[in-house]
């Protein structure tokens, strides 16, 4: 028990890492979803083709290989010529990645509003900015809940990822007292720090759908 609890501290060290790039990558990434699930239904088909490449080849692609191409190969692209930082990188990668897939889920929740009420809008006088701020996306956001709830809590498990940039997070640092100690232990204990984590946000969606679907109804 004392060796469990001597484990406690610098995995928590760890944790911080790890949330610190959750958190950001949510930050950065759930406004660049909305804004790139616009861009996609878009009347211009011009940027609504575009866009739609930018999620085919994130979404089509692993997110361990976007990360290292972004930390490794970057400095190499003519005009870019930059090297990132590990945890920089690692942000860049994640939002990149994750405001791909928000896109998706949000470009489904506008599809499923009504398009009935994009015409009383339009009678209404309403410009096409002014329909999605009022009607389209407040209702968008209740329906939205349940595939962001998932892609949140696969985000928290994903944050493992960044151990291949050499980065403390939870899981680098277990299995760095892996090696040192022989036993299995730190990563159950690490094992234990995710359950809670993903514990903690299932908790959190499952209230604010209850919330939501109170004032629906």
């Not at 994130?58 to 970057?74: E, N, S």
């Not at 590990?86 to 405001?99: E, G, K, M, S, T």
């Not at 990822?161 to 990563?187: E, H, M, S």
């Amino acid at each position: 028990m004392d060796y469990v609890l001597s484990l406690l501290l610098p995995l928590a060290q760890g944790a911080k890492v790890t949330l610190s790039l959750f958190a950001i990558t949510l930050a950065l990434s759930v406004p660049l979803g909305l804004a790139l699930a616009l861009a996609r239904i878009s009347p211009w088909p011009l940027l609504s083709g575009l866009v739609n490449g930018y999620i085919w080849l994130m979404r089509g692609t692993p997110l361990m290989l976007q990360m290292l191409f972004i930390y490794f190969a970057l400095p190499f692209v003519p005009v870019i010529g930059v090297r990132l930082p590990d945890f920089p990188a690692a942000v860049v990668a994640f939002a990149l990645n994750y405001a791909a897939y928000f896109a998706e889920i949000f470009r489904a929740g506008i599809k499923s509003v009504d398009r009935g009420q994009y015409e009383a809008s339009k009678a209404l006088g309403m410009t096409y900015f002014q329909t999605m701020r009022r009607v389209v996306l407040p209702q968008m956001v209740s329906r939205v809940l349940p595939p962001v709830s998932n892609e949140t809590i696969t985000l928290i498990k994903d944050t493992s990822l960044i151990y291949v940039l050499a980065l403390n997070d939870i899981l680098r640092t277990a299995r760095g007292i892996v090696q040192r100690d022989f036993t299995t232990t730190p990563f159950l204990v690490a094992a234990l720090f995710y359950l809670v984590m993903t514990l903690i946000l299932t908790w959190f969606f499952q209230n604010l759908e209850k919330r939501y679907a109170k004032h629906d109804d």
